[in-house]
């Protein structure tokens, strides 16, 4: 019954690994989102998918890179890993109305640690 | 550009207290606003959400937020808080499109 779900929970990688993070969401969205949190919390968007398309791409390295092969899967994958790159990655999805934005629905994130 | 500003960035206080958490964004058109919980470990959720309509939105858990249209604030309230409401509290708002705005969100720790 879980409406956002993430794999890994936990991932601790070397760097310069390549490694992928999944996501998928049951509730019928059209839109996705990966955003990065911080170890001070702070929650920056990184790309935004809206009907399999990129809608929102922030100034993220080209070593991320996201694909949605259909609206209930964001995966996001990531080359190259380096240490800034450590943090917890959420997924989200949201139905997004012709009045924006509705509630976005959070995964339970995952923590990628790069030693 | 647009930014949501959290002006607390630590708060404590002890049970029953009362609790005020403000939010102010820079955007001059229709927003729609929103405050998320995260408690420890978990992931973000809903407490609350103003589309339109009555500026004074009631969420679960007895929280409450005001929309102030002219002071471009959506702040949280509680009237007496619990241990369990220890948490990160993000405000976050969305201008109509695709992209919502966090704001850099509140420790909040409940003393019990």
């Known amino acids: ?115 | 550009a647009q930014s949501v500003s959290q002006h607390n960035h630590h708060v404590i206080l002890s049970e029953a207290a009362s609790l005020e958490l403000g939010c102010n964004y820079s955007y001059g058109g229709t927003v729609n606003l929103f405050w998320y919980v995260q408690y420890p470990g978990q992931h973000l959720q809903l407490l609350l959400k103003y589309f339109s309509g009555d500026p004074l939105v009631k969420g679960i858990k007895g929280f409450e937020a005001e929309f102030i249209k002219s002071k471009f604030s959506f702040n949280l309230r509680k009237p007496s808080v619990q241990w369990s409401d220890t948490a990160e509290y993000f405000c976050a708002v969305n201008t109509g499109g695709f992209k919502t705005i966090f704001g850099a969100g509140t420790r909040l720790f409940v003393k019990a």
């Open chain 1, 1 to 115: 019954d879980t409406a956002v779900s993430q794999t890994p929970k936990y991932l601790v990688t070397q760097m310069g690994n390549d490694k992928s993070i999944k996501c998928e969401q049951n509730l019928g969205h059209d839109t996705m989102y990966w955003y990065k949190q911080d170890s001070k919390k702070f929650l920056k968007i990184m790309f935004s998918y809206n009907n399999k398309e990129l809608i929102i791409n922030e100034t993220v390295p080209n070593r991320f890179s996201p694909k949605s092969p259909d609206k209930a899967h964001l995966n996001l994958h990531i080359n190259s890993l380096e240490l800034g790159d450590s943090a917890v990655y959420f997924c989200a999805s949201s139905q997004v109305k012709s009045s924006g934005g509705d509630t976005q629905y959070f995964g339970p994130g995952t923590r990628l640690t790069v030693l």
